[in-house]
Each structure stands twice: as structure tokens, then as C-alpha cells.
């Protein structure tokens, strides 16, 4: 079983930043897709960046250019850099990694990202 354990979270003036991270346990982590995907209140949940076995990327239209996703296969991490951030952003964000197929078979706990206006 792998377990996703996010930190990074927290309250952010519009216009800042904030680093997200998630380890994963388990050594076939190279081999997953990995993804961060967001919640907002009353709002379904959206994916807004993911990243493939090889580091292909892809992004949200609402992030693109301002967040940046990646990963390090030798510390099991995936990180979301997010910069020129916006009200809009808040959301409980979720990390999520996939052994194939489209759909996520691991989830973290979720963290709070909070952008003030």
C-alpha cells in the first residue's frame, strides 16, 4: 500500500507563494503518475498539475505559467511550486499518484492552501 503525506499548506497574501510537497512510500514510486489535484468549497475537484513516470507535464488552464510541478524519484517527492497566486486558488489540495490508467489509486491526506485578498 502507498501512502501519500502532503505538507506545505498554509494562509498567503495574493501575489505570493507557496511550495507543496508529497512523499511517497513504496519503491515503485518512479513508475507512477503523480498529480495534485484541488477542492474548493462547494466546487468539484480539479486537477491542476501532473506529471508522467518520464517528467512529461501537464497543467490546468487556470495555473498554467504560474505553477510548476516536478518530481524526485530518488527522494519520492512531487512538489507544486505556486507562484502569483490568487483568491481563487483556495482549496484544500490533494496529492495523487496513479500506477496506470487514468484514474489515481493513492491519495494524501489533503493540505489547506489559503490566498487572501
Known amino acids: 500500500q502507498v501512502q501519500l503525506v502532503e505538507s506545505g499548506g498554509g494562509l498567503v497574501q495574493a501575489g505570493g507563494s507557496l511550495r507543496l510537497s508529497c512523499v511517497a512510500s513504496?519503491?515503485?514510486?518512479?513508475?507512477?503518475?503523480m498529480a495534485w489535484l484541488r477542492q474548493a468549497p462547494g466546487k468539484e475537484r480539479e486537477s491542476v498539475a501532473s506529471?508522467?513516470?518520464?517528467?512529461?507535464?501537464n497543467y490546468s488552464d487556470h495555473v498554467k505559467g504560474r505553477f510548476t510541478i516536478s518530481r524526485d524519484n530518488v527522494k519520492n517527492m512531487v512538489t507544486l511550486q505556486m507562484n502569483s497566486l490568487k483568491p481563487e486558488d483556495t482549496a484544500v489540495y490533494y496529492c495523487?499518484?496513479?500506477?496506470?490508467?487514468?484514474?489515481?489509486?493513492?491519495w494524501g491526506q489533503g493540505t489547506q492552501v489559503t490566498v487572501s485578498s
Open positions: 495523487a499518484g496513479s500506477g496506470g490508467g487514468l484514474k489515481y489509486d493513492y
Open positions: 506529471i508522467s513516470s518520464g517528467g512529461s507535464t
Open positions: 513504496g519503491r515503485r514510486f518512479s513508475y507512477y503518475r
